[in-house]
């Protein structure tokens, strides 16, 4: 019998997956399903970064560079100094997304038997990433009652091994939206420092914090050998189907070895890089709207979790996610139930259960995520759909 | 010290990409260097195919499917049944170029320590997935004078293992042309089920075979279960830089694998999709045109390298390159030396040297690769650049 990898049945299943058959299920049935499911958001793509594709003139859709195109990385040198990112265009390498420079971090800087310490809850990816380069994911969890604030010192302290080669922070962060603050970020760097580890920083939702101001891990003096940026034009942008991101850094010795993988794979996507050209460009003022809108959705929706009887949601300082705790003993059967048996004025919601965000098991079961990519209006339907699921629920805890 | 992992520094470097600053300091001596080092075409890409993602009228640039949009995937279904492969859109997972393809099927089918065996000269970035996936590459030596046929089945005998996973085979050849026989994919086919091995079948240069009928192994009936195909529409339709590919697989079980890497990386991108899905309803006499170019291409090269004293070529079947043998001791010197030292009617030749399609140490050092993506005149005067390089360099044996 011919047989597949161990690597390939240890890779994780999307979290989400198994509830599309009774999302589409419930659509079928004529409900609608409000999807606070995922992360891609309704806000539309700027039309001047569309545009830059649809008048895009050339007659060979050629390779670009394997490090992506010159003039893009020249233009993303300016957005990194506006924030106060300062990198030149040979320390950028334009990936496939975001999730190939983290694919690129992992490859690069890990080998199989190696740790990679993360905070848990985490971006439920990372985990097949780490089964790709045959790493260890040694979670820390961070807690609800703190907001998901970051694990203390002694929690890293505990962790490492002399295996342990990195840690992964996402900053603001998916899955809870926590935006770390400067102290942390130092501890960060600290830790990384003392016992010399690489520290990933996935900053995706750079641009949406409510609260505070983004500190990136790129500002770190003294810890520049140790931080790779992993970043992408994803929901920046609100253009996910690009496929653009970038891996940074200004470690050589990384940055020359990320190249031999990143011209294995020939080039990034020639398009969106056009797009995300465009969008260096945008008018500074272009965010203000964009954020001004999640932040009246964040608000809308903690306030609305937190009046439900029994919930507890802290309030995320950014990107577009919120954890909330629900009076459920199994979110996976939960989710399950609100497409399958429940509806409210024929509307129901789908929501991610928080299990596949831990790496322990067992954690999560009464915490679902919410990405607030719907409008205000939505979301009190949304919400008014979960006061009354959580009321009908026959195994509320 | 903080240290980047084994696995980065065992990652080979791209074999050209050594003699790019040789090039550029040619360019600036104001020297034409004719690039028959790539397989960049230099053919057009369709307008119709561009002008459809000009005219894309989303508002939102969002995710598509992970296995790539359902309506490219149909699409896809009738590319390949007019090439008489039956598969479903389910069969089908749309890919980020060809390469994604392979490190699909690397990760999918092979854990580390796994060898996979591959005919010699081949693609040198199957060295690069080989080493992200762990795995060891195998080769078996074809050979010049036989215009690089399929190796004897005793040699495919001899170096089956009992960590031996799969075979590639790239058909038509890169770097060789060689378009293997319908007997030849039947041997290969009795070899993988004889042992239960994995055939990965790199069809990229389908549509460009100049005499006899390509023989896909998604044709093998009864091996079904053991052929993958990484397919892409780079060289198709001159369409490199939209990075489409497609992993394809009857095997329901590497297939649900395969899945769950595409989830991981979320979508390929969504642009060279439209573009793709345009260019499956080209009409039926596209490729003749393309074709009958190369076709002229490769006689005018293949004509003008024989002619010139000690050296041979095959005549390559198919693909749009061609290996010679030249009366040199070391290709990687001498390329650098007509890109360093050597100019004619101030031009000269960029090519790539063999070494780097070689797995086995040594081989490789008499032969270069040729890409004929340059127009007959341009092609002309290549050669002629090369039959006055010949005579003139000092180290010819």
Known sequence: ????????????????RKLVPFAEAAKRKGIHVHHLNIGQPDIETPAVCLDAVRNSHFKILEY?????????????????????????????IVTTGGSEAILFGFMACLDPGDEVIIPEPFYANYNGFAVQAGVTVIPIKSSIEDGFSLPPIEEFEKAIS????????????????????????????????????????????REFCYQGTHVSAMHLNGAENHVILMDTISKRY?????????????????L?????????????????????????DLPENYFDTTKAEYLLRRNTLVARLNEIEG????????????????????????????????????????LAPATGFYSTEGLGKDEVRL????????IHQAMDCLEEALKQYPRRS
């Open 256 to 280: 020359n070895i990320a190249m031999k993988f990143a011209q294995a794979r020939l080039s990034p996507p020639y398009y969106a890089q056009l797009l995300g050209e465009a969008a260096v």
């Open 371 to 378: 990405a607030y990519v719907l409008n205000v209006e939505a």
């Open 311 to 350: 919930v507890f949601c802290p309030n995320p300082g950014g990107a577009f996610y919120a954890m909330a705790r629900l009076p459920i003993d199994d979110s996976d059967l939960f989710c399950q139930w609100l497409l399958e048996s429940f509806s409210h004025n024929n509307q129901t919601i789908m």
């Open 64 to 92: 670009s560079h394997s490090a992506g195109n010159e003039s893009y990385r020249k233009k993303l040198v300016t957005y990194y100094e506006r924030n106060n990112i300062h990198v030149t265009k040979d320390e950028i």
């Open 1 to 16: 019998m011919i047989k597949t990898s161990q690597r390939g049945l240890l890779m994780p299943s999307s979290p989400i």
């Open 162 to 205: 002399p295996k342990t080669k990195a840690i992964v922070v996402c900053n603001p962060n998916n899955p809870t939206g926590y935006l770390y603050s400067a102290e942390e970020m130092n501890i960060l760097k600290e830790i990384v420092i003392k016992h010399q580890l690489f520290l990933f920083a996935d900053e995706a939702y």
């Open 238 to 254: 609100s253009a996910c189907g690009g496929r653009i991101g970038a891996f940074v850094t200004k470690n050589k010795d990384v």
